[in-house]
C-alpha cells in the first residue's frame, strides 16, 4: 500500500470504544445497540447538522429508554476509552504522516473525544462545525481543506459502513476497521481492507 501525506479516522468507533459506554448507561449490550443503531438512523438520515445530543436523547426514547439516558452520556462522555491498539498505532504513524479526525458529534464533545485518544492530532472535524453528519461530503472535504491536500494523498479508516459513502463521494481511499463485524450497507462501496482490529491494519497504513 502506498505511503500517504495523512491519515483521517474516525473517532467514536474506529479509535474509541464508544459501544461499551452506550451499553453500559443502557444496561445491556442488547439496549445499547438498539439505542445506538436508532442514533445512527438518525445521523445519517437528517444530513444538516441538529444537535448531537438531541439526537441521542430521541433516539433513546424511540427504542424505550429515556432522555435521562442521554443526560447520562454526555455525563460520562470522559469515561471514554481508546481501543486497546490505538495508542501502538498513533505512536508509529505520528511524525510519519498528519493525522485527524472526523466525528459524527457535537464540537464540545468531539474535542473532549479527540483528547481522549491521546494523540496530537492536526485536524478534529466535527458535523457541528461542518454542519453536516457524515456522509455527507461537508466534513470529509473540511478535513481535507485544513489538512491542505488532495483527496489521493489522505486515507481514511472508517469505524462505520456508512463512511464508505461519505468517502467514496470525495474521493479518498478507505480502510474500515470493523470491530463490531457489522454487516457493509448495500450501496457502499468496497474499501480497501476491512479488518477487526486496528493491529491488523497497522501494515496498510505504516506503508
Known sequence: MKRYDAVLFDLLTALLDSWSLWNRIAGSEAAGRAWRGEYLKLTYGCGAYRPYETLVSEAAQTTGLS???????????????????????LAALEGRCR????????????????????AD???????????????????????????????????????????LLGTAATGIPTLWHNRAGIAKPDAAPAPLAERRTLRELAAFLEG
Open 67 to 89: 432522555a435521562s439516558h442521554g443526560e447520562a452520556l454526555a455525563a460520562q462522555w470522559d469515561s471514554l476509552r481508546p481501543w486497546d491498539d490505538a495508542a501502538a498505532l
Open 121 to 163: 492530532f492536526d485536524v478534529v472535524v466535527t458535523a457541528e462545525r461542518a454542519g453536516f453528519y457524515k456522509p455527507h461530503p461537508a466534513p470529509y472535504r473540511m478535513a481535507l481543506a485544513e489538512l491542505d491536500l488532495p483527496a489521493q494523498s489522505v486515507v481514511f479508516v472508517a469505524g462505520s459502513g456508512f463512511d
Open 99 to 118: 493525522l485527524g479526525v472526523v466525528t459524527n458529534c457535537s464540537e464540545a464533545l468531539g474535542r473532549r473525544a479527540a483528547q481522549r485518544v491521546g
